[in-house]
């Protein structure tokens, strides 16, 4: 199924109105954002200062004993730049400006990264893998937070709003993983102060972070411009409007019910056993067999024996994380139900039974669950379902193992109506440019050491465009930042989806092969995630893989380090001989095998009908020798092409092989249809 246009609506925070970004009437001494309290500057590098003041007027800054002076022009904007600073702190700055001063307290100097990206980005450290104890342990005073409010506008903004915070358990659980998990291993190699910026909104095209000039005068780009609304002090600003349309959408669809006894079946005491299957719990139910492919209504029901002694008592009935959005009832009574125009997966599920519901015997236990992207279902752990009396759990009655489930209805049927697009003459997150003007433009002026990226799911239809708007992405920021060739590290795409059982095209594939094309450009580094993945779930937890590979290409790329293994093994020749492939890759680094220990997987090979065929493999130093007698003159091959392929090659550092092909073979069109 299509399903990443639902990506895109169902992940989107809502965005800050542009209009509140302007610059600060004439007269007003101010900084902007990114130079408030607790800030984190570049070492090493010029450190820009600016604001704004009355025209004409005389700024002085003083830091670290350094002190020098601007004047504004007739905008009032002033700039400045201080002598390269060395990691350490806390500085006072103090600015002023005739009578008027600001003084910023608590800066620190050190390492300055970007994190941006989609919705894997987004992912926040408390929903991560071990969350909970990840968010307790965060504490460290030199780490410095700053998440970029989330804003669409349709000119680039002098200033971004929020705010920089020292990194502690009650700053970071909202924070990026990747970005977080990324910083931490930079701390602890560095043992400089590292500062993270976040900006970053889930489900967005890479064509949200460009500047639209940048793709005008190439044809490939039409259908992009196209998206890009009237700019001007006067353009309309859609992402509320758009927002109200989706909250009413999702309620329409959600609550109501449309017209097939989905209620009554679900709460109903006898069912029709032919209408009821059985479930596995918890488990999304994608990952069901036969798998359930759908974007819909699924009620689900189980049986509970409530002791006698439980009897009028007030119960909790916890059910963990449920993707997305659950209404859940005890005995036909609503007892729960998620909330909010953009549901939230990751939040535990924990509801409250009256005691007046509550007597010995036999129970039913209800949820209506609705779904319209990735996984959908209960997606916790089996210790997250149980129920017991509340203030005793250690008497909870667990509610892991088989449900009953039935499907009330589905996207492919007409009960569901399509979601509501995104506007084409306002400005959305989705506009082409709306995101780097209200989230990249106010932060090119900051000094900074590098970016990391994670994004791709939302143009993973378009790979052959992404091939060549990436590296644009890439060069257009570091063209407005004129630092020059600032690293950019980005996270290759994780496996997704069901595991495939026969080689085949991919646009996955695809898009990761015009990830791993962006690497020609210099200062370009590559985190593969192809094995960290969930097939039923586009959003892995293990976020915390993810941040140390790209810590480990920052390490050896950025900082130096040679002594650091950044990379799996990446293919760099092929030979044919008597029927047997040989391939070999650099970055073996001792020697390649199969990641965990057992066979290799992931290989498939074609002779001149273009049709492959699994592969055997076997290792032997930097090489890898693959027959196969369904090929016996092999012309091609392809490792890990696929949604989620199972591939398994890594080096003696345990990185995972990034995958790729031989050939440069177009897709075969498609089959006509029969009379």
Request: hydrophobic letters at 45%.
């Amino acid at each position: 199924m299509a399903r990443m246009a639902w990506v895109a609506a169902a992940l989107a925070m809502a965005l800050t109105p542009a209009s509140g970004l302007a610059a600060p009437p004439a007269g007003s001494l101010k900084l902007p954002a990114l130079l408030g309290d607790h800030a984190m500057l570049q070492r090493g590098m010029a450190a820009p200062v600016w604001g704004w003041a009355a025209p004409g007027a005389r700024v002085t800054v003083r830091l670290a004993g350094q002190s020098a002076s601007a004047t504004t022009g007739a905008d009032g904007i002033w700039r400045l730049r201080l002598k390269p600073l060395a990691a350490g702190g806390p500085h006072e700055m103090r600015v002023t400006s005739g009578d008027e001063a600001l003084t910023v307290r608590d800066v620190m100097v050190g390492e300055v990264w970007v994190a941006s990206g989609q919705s894997n980005m987004v992912w926040p450290v408390s929903q991560s893998r071990n969350g909970a104890a990840e968010t307790q342990a965060a504490g460290d005073p030199q780490m410095r937070l700053f998440a970029v409010p989330r804003t669409a506008a349709p000119g680039p903004q002098p200033d971004c709003g929020g705010s920089w915070a020292a990194c502690t358990p009650s700053t970071v659980g909202n924070f990026s993983a990747v970005a977080y998990f990324f910083g931490r291993e930079l701390r602890r190699r560095l043992g400089v102060p590292v500062g993270l910026i976040q900006a970053d909104v889930g489900g967005t095209p890479a064509e949200s972070w460009v500047l639209p000039e940048w793709l005008k005068g190439d044809k490939d780009y039409r259908d992009l411009l196209a998206k890009t609304p009237p700019a001007g002090p006067d353009a309309p600003l859609g992402q509320a409007a758009y927002e109200k349309t989706m909250n009413d959408w999702y309620i329409g669809v959600m609550m109501k019910d449309p017209g097939n006894r989905g209620f009554a079946a679900g709460l109903a005491g006898a069912t029709p056993p032919g209408e009821w299957q059985t479930m596995p719990l918890p488990g999304a139910w994608e990952a069901n067999t036969p798998r359930m492919d759908i974007d819909g209504a699924v009620w689900y029901r189980r049986p509970v024996d409530i002791p006698a002694a439980w009897a009028g008592k007030e119960l909790v009935l916890h059910l963990g994380p449920i993707a997305d959005r659950d209404v859940t009832y005890f005995n036909g009574q609503e007892v729960g139900a998620s909330g909010g125009p953009y549901p939230d997966a990751s939040i535990v599920r924990e509801y409250r039974v009256p005691a007046s519901l509550v007597q010995a015997g036999s129970a039913v236990i209800a949820v209506r669950v609705f779904n319209m992207i990735a996984a959908g279902g209960f997606t916790g752990r089996p210790d997250d379902l149980w129920l017991a009396p509340a203030g005793d759990k250690a008497s909870a009655v667990p509610l892991a193992g088989p449900w009953r489930f039935r499907i009330e209805h589905s996207r492919d049927a007409a009960s569901v109506p399509p979601m509501p697009p995104p506007p084409t003459d306002a400005w959305t997150a989705w506009s082409t440019g709306g995101l780097y003007h209200g989230m990249v433009a106010p932060l090119t002026t900051h000094a900074i050491r590098g970016v990391i990226w994670y994004q791709g799911e939302s143009n993973v239809g378009r790979p052959a465009q992404y091939r060549k708007l990436f590296p644009l992405l890439i060069r257009g920021w570091r063209e407005a930042w004129g630092q020059g060739g600032f690293p950019f590290l980005f996270v290759q795409l994780a496996n997704f989806q069901p595991l495939v059982k026969e080689p085949g095209e991919s646009d996955w594939a695809e898009l990761r092969e015009a990830q791993t094309a962006a690497l020609r450009l210099p200062a370009t580094g590559m985190a593969v995630a192809i094995d960290v993945g969930e097939a039923a779930d586009i959003h892995p937890k293990n976020k915390q893989d993810v941040g140390l590979r790209l810590a480990l290409v920052a390490s050896r790329k950025v900082y130096g380090d040679r002594k650091v293994a950044a990379a799996g093994p990446s293919y760099h020749s092929m030979a044919v001989r008597d029927g047997a492939v040989t391939l070999r890759f650099s970055d073996a680094l001792g020697g390649l095998a199969a990641q965990g220990g057992g066979p290799i997987k992931g290989f498939a090979v074609a002779g001149a009908d273009r049709k492959f065929h699994w592969a055997p493999a076997e290792a032997s130093g930097d090489s890898v020798t693959l027959r196969c007698a369904q090929v016996p003159e092999p012309v091609a091959v392809r490792y890990g092409w696929a949604e989620n392929p199972g591939c398994n090659l890594a080096n003696a550092a345990g990185l995972p092989a990034p995958p790729f092909r031989t050939d440069r073979w177009s897709r075969p069109p498609p089959a006509k249809a029969g009379r």
